[in-house]
C-alpha cells in the first residue's frame, strides 16, 4: 500500500475494483501498485493487471466492461455525498497511441457515499470503517470497453487509462482531483482469415408453462463445424448458448419460454456464432413454437350422502390453474351455481373436466361417485276421539316428515273405503294404523297407531200388516227392516210354516202369526219384535192325469202318474184286462181293454177332486223261439231231446224230416246217414201271436265199421310162390286186397311173389255201405327168399380173375340154381348180359383151359344137372363182363380178357 498524505487534515480512505477489467492505478502515467492512498485516506483498486480477449477475426469488434467497484477501507475521514467519476484518457495499442475509434471507453460514476458509510469530520483519523466495512459501491453497469481489432494477423495489447475525480472535492482534495489514473490492460489475438459460416434449422420447441430447447445447426460450406460456441437469444433476452455436436447441431435445453402462450413465433429465436480464428460469426434467426401444456385434475373422493342431505359443492383443481367444471350422472343434479343436489337413493358420479384453452390441452376427467343412502322419515299422527256405532265415515289425516303420503290400515270394528275415509262397521274398538313405506329416497317410517272405542247402537223394526191367503196360495217371503241394517229374522206359529230361506209357506187353512225379531249384536241393541196375523182359507183342488197309451200284451208293468193340483197323493183303481199292485203298478193280464180311474178326496186344507178315467188297449204280443244250431251226428249216435223256448213262455212243438225220426217223446233218433231238418214251433194263443218257424238242419255221417283182420297161409316164399290170406271182422260189405313190393294179390285174396328181393306187404278192406265206412286191415308183411346161385363152375374162374381167352371163341359156362332144396331147370328163368369194362391191370389172369363149339346157346344139363351157357366171346380185344340174371332178381358174374 502507498499513502499519498495531506498535510491539513486525512480524507475518508475509498477503494475502487474494476470486477471484470484489468485494472492497475498508476500516477503521473507510472503504474502503480494496487492500492492507492488519497489524502491519507486509501483507494484500492482490487483487480487484475491485465484480461486476455482470446482470438478474434481480423477487423473484429471487441466488447469488455470495467464494472468499477468503490469499497470503504481503512482509517476513514468521510465525506458523505461525495461521487467519484472515471473518464477515459489517451489509449494505446501496441504501445502506439491511438484514438478512442479504435480503443474506447465509456466515463463510469461511483457514488453518491451513502449515509451507511462512516462521515469522520473529527480528523482522528479513526477506523470508522469496521470489520466487515459498509456494502460497497459499483457503477451499476455503466463502463465499458470497445476495441476494433486490426485486420493484420498476430497478437496486440490494449491500454485504457483512466482518470478518476472526486466530488464534490473538499478542503485537501487537489492530490486526487485530476491527479490520480486506473488503467486497464486488454490483449488479444487476430487470427488468420476465417471461413465463412452458415447458421440455418435455427429454431426452438417448448411447451406452454415450461422451458423449451433451442436448436441451430453451423455450417461452414457442406462442412458441420463442431466444438463452436453458439449463444441463443429469445426475442431479445440472451438465454444461453450451447457447444455444436459432430453434426454441427447446437442444442440449448431448459429455455425460459418468457411467459409465451402457445403458438408459433416467426423469428424469435436468434443464434450468432461469434467466429475464430478459422471461421467467421454468423447470426440467424428462426420460429420458436410453444405447444401446448398438459394437465392434470386433482379431485378427491367425495363421501357418501343420505338422501335430505343439503347440496354439495364439488372442488377440484387443474394443474394448468384453469377452472374445472363438472357433470353429474345418477341420482343427483348439478345447479346453475355447481352444487350438486341428491335427487335420489342409489348413487351420484360427479365427473370434472377441464377443455383447455389456447395453451393447455384438455385434461383427463375424473368421476368421483358417491353412495345416496335412504334418508329416516317420522309419521305425525294425533289421537282419535270415541264414536258411535252409525256415526257417518270420517276421513283421518297424519303426515310424513319426508313430505310422502301417508296410507292408513285399520283393524277392528272399522274398514277403510279407497277414497281414504274410516267407516264404523260395528261397536268396539278401531284401530287405524299410519304407515309411510319410504320409496327410493326414504326409509319406511315407523308406523303409528291409534285407537278409539266405537260404543252399541239403537235400532227398530218396521213390519207391514199381512193380507188374508187361500191354502194354496204360492209361498211368499216376509219383509221388515231393521234401522240398524241388520237382517231381519222371522219366526211362525199356526197353519204355516217358515223356511229355512226365509219364504212363508201356507201348511193348511187356519190362521197364521209371523212375528219378526231383530236381536242385535255386537254392535245394536236388540229391537222390539212385531208380529202380523193373517187368516188361511180353504183351496180347491185338481186332478191332472194324461191319456195312457195303448199296450201289448207282455208289456213290462207301469206306474200311473197323476197329480193333484194340491200336491195330495192321487189313488188309482183299474178294471178290465189289468189288475193293480199293492205297490200301485198296473200289470197287463191279458189282450183286451184297461181302465185306470185317478181320484184326490179332499183334507182339512183341500176340497175333494174330481175323479180322471183314463182306458187303452192291450194287443197280443208276438212271439219267438230261440233254438241253437244243432251239431252234426254219426250214424249209430244215441237218440236225444232237441230244446226250444218261446219268448211268451208257451210251449215249442217239435218235427223232423231227412235221415231221422221224432218219437213220441220228443227224442230224436238217426235212421241214416245223410240230412235231419227239425223244426220248432208256437201257435200261440189269446195274448200271443203264433211264433216264426225255426228250422234247425245238420248232418249225419257214416258209421266206422269193426276192425278188419288178415292172416298170411306163410310168412315167406320164393319168386312164384302163391300164398293164400284169410280176411274177417267188419260189419258188411266185401272184402278187397291190396298188394305192395315184391308180389301181386288177386281178388280171390291169392299172392304171387314177383321177386326173390324187397318185401311184400297186403291188406284187406271191407267196404261197407250207405250208413259204414270201407275199413282196411292192418298190413301183413311176407318176406321174398332169393334163389340159391351155385357156380360159376371151370372153366370158369371166379372171385375178380381175369379170364383169358381168345376173341371169337365159345366159353361154357356153368351153375346151378336152387329155391331151398328145389333145384330149378327152365331156362327161360335165366338170361344173360356182358358188357366192356375198364380192364385192372392189377387183378390177377388165368387161361380158359377148355372151350366149347358153336354159337351161344343155353341149356339145362340133366345129366349133369346144371344150367350150361356157351358164350360165344366178342371178337375185339379187351376186358368184359358177364352177367347170369334170374328170374327173382339173383345175378352172378365173372369178368374175361379177350387177347
Known sequence: MISILNERRPRRAFALLAGVTALSLSLGGVALADNVGIDADTLTANADSAKALGTVAPGATLTTDASFVLTCSGKNHVDLGQTVTLTQGTPTLNGATVGTDVVGATTATIGPIPSSWPDDTSGSGQDNCGTPGPAPLNDNGNSSVTIK????????????????????????????????????????????????????????????????????????????????????????????????????????????????????????????????????????????????????????????????????????????????????????????????????????????????????????????????????????????????????????????????????????????????????????????????????QFNAAPVVVRTFAIAKAAQTISFAALPDKTFGDGAFTVSASASSGLPVTFAVTGACSLGSDGTVTLTGAGQCAVTASQTGNGDYNPASDVTRTFTIAKADQTITFAALPDKTFGNAPFAPSASASSGLPVTFAVTGACSLGSDGTVTLTGAGQCAVTASQTGNGDYNPASDVTRTFTIAKADQTITFAALPDKTFGNAPFAPSASASSGLPVTFAAVGACSLGSDGTVTLTGAGQCAVTASQAGNGDYNPATDVTRTFTIAKADQDPVTLSASRPSGFFGDLISLTAAGGNVGGFTYAASGSCTVDASGIVKITSGTGTCSVTATRAGDGNYNPRTSAAVIITPTPWTTLGFYQPVDMGGVLNSAKGGSTVPVKFELFAGTRELTDTAQVSFSYAKINCDGTAPTDDVETLATGNTVLRYDTTAGQFVYNWKLPTGAGCYRLTMKAADGTSKSADFRLK
Open 149 to 440: 481489432a486490426p485486420t493484420t494477423p498476430g497478437s496486440y495489447t490494449a491500454v485504457v487509462v483512466w482518470r478518476y475525480t472526486v466530488s464534490p472535492s473538499g478542503s485537501g482534495d487537489s492530490n486526487a482531483i485530476g491527479g490520480s489514473n486506473v488503467q486497464a490492460t486488454y490483449t488479444f489475438t487476430v487470427s488468420n482469415p476465417i471461413s465463412p459460416t452458415t447458421l440455418s434449422a435455427v429454431g426452438g420447441t417448448g411447451t406452454y408453462g415450461g422451458t423449451g430447447t433451442l436448436t441451430a445447426t453451423l455450417t461452414s460450406g457442406t462442412t458441420a463445424l463442431a466444438g463452436k460456441s453458439v449463444t441463443f437469444k429469445v426475442g431479445t433476452t440472451n438465454v444461453g448458448s450451447a457447444m455444436t455436436g459432430t453434426d454441427g447441431i447446437a442444442t440449448l435445453s431448459n429455455v425460459d419460454l418468457g411467459g409465451r402462450t402457445a403458438g408459433t413465433y416467426p423469428g424469435v429465436v436468434s443464434a450468432g456464432f461469434a467466429g475464430d480464428s478459422s471461421y467467421g460469426s454468423q447470426t440467424a434467426t428462426g420460429a420458436l413454437v410453444v405447444t401446448k401444456a398438459d394437465q392434470t385434475i386433482t379431485f378427491a373422493a367425495l363421501p357418501d350422502k343420505t338422501i335430505g342431505d343439503a347440496p354439495v359443492t364439488p372442488s377440484a383443481t387443474a394443474s394448468s390453474g384453469l377452472p374445472v367444471s363438472f357433470a353429474v350422472t345418477g341420482n343427483c343434479s348439478l345447479g346453475n351455481d355447481g352444487t350438486v343436489s341428491l335427487t335420489g337413493v342409489g348413487a351420484c358420479t360427479v365427473t370434472a373436466s377441464q377443455a383447455g384453452n389456447g395453451d393447455v390441452n384438455p385434461a383427463q376427467s375424473v368421476s368421483r361417485t358417491f353412495g345416496i343412502t335412504k334418508a329416516d322419515q317420522t309419521i305425525s299422527f294425533a289421537a282419535l276421539p270415541d264414536k258411535t256405532f252409525g256415526d257417518g265415515a270420517f276421513t283421518v289425516s297424519a303426515s310424513a316428515s319426508s313430505g310422502l303420503p301417508v296410507t292408513f290400515a285399520v283393524t277392528g270394528a272399522c274398514s277403510l273405503g279407497s277414497d281414504g275415509t274410516v267407516t264404523l262397521t260395528g261397536a268396539g274398538d278401531c284401530t287405524v294404523t299410519a304407515s309411510q313405506t319410504g320409496n327410493d
